[in-house]
Every structure is written in C-alpha cells, then in structure tokens.
C-alpha cells in the first residue's frame, strides 16, 4: 500500500508540487535523522525537523507517510543495531544540513 501512495506521488510530475527523486530523497533523510532523534530523546531537533516540514513541504498525505515510514525505520534499525547516540552537536549539525538541502528543493511556498 505504501508502494502504491508514493507511485502515486511520482507519478503527477504536472502538479505544481510534484515530487522529483531529490526531493523524496531529502524527505527520506529527515524520516531517518527524526527516528535517531526520537530514539535518542533529542526532542529539541524532532520538534524542530516536524516544524521545518510543516512550514516547507506541500500538503500531501503521501509526504507525511514518507517521513513516518522512515522515522519508523530509523528508530527500529537504531534500536537493532543497538548504535550509540550522536553528540549533541553532531545531530544538530546533520538535521541543519538536512533542512538546509530539504529548503533548497522546495521553494518557498
């Protein structure tokens, strides 16, 4: 089922908002650095990524699932690998490199 919504996204690229693979990709980073930070209680930086998305993405239901789906990966390798948490500053540096990417892929709204 998720297949098939993200198959749906791609697939309308005369939209205004429809989503290139960079696009996606950037998307895919932040799932991944929000499921460190969830894991890693760095509720400072969650908060920040969800704000950052709110503010910058358009409003797609399959945008959302994206992020949850990788949030929900991230978090769940995180605790399979049983990897260490990142310095604070280390996280906050790679979610700003994160949202500074995701920023520069979709313009203002």
Known sequence: MFAASLALTTA???????????QLTAITAL????????????L????????????????RRQLGELFD???NRSFMAFIEKNNTCPTPQS?????????DRLKALFPAK
């Open 12 to 22: 309308q690229p005369r939209e205004a908002s429809a989503q290139n693979s960079e």
């Open 69 to 71: 789906y990788e949030t």
């Open 31 to 42: 799932g991944s650095l929000n499921g460190i930070a969830l894991h890693c209680k760095a």
């Open 44 to 59: 400072s930086e969650t908060q920040r990524i969800k704000r950052t998305l709110v503010a910058t993405l358009p409003k």
């Open 91 to 99: 996280l906050e540096q790679r979610v700003d490199e994160a949202l």
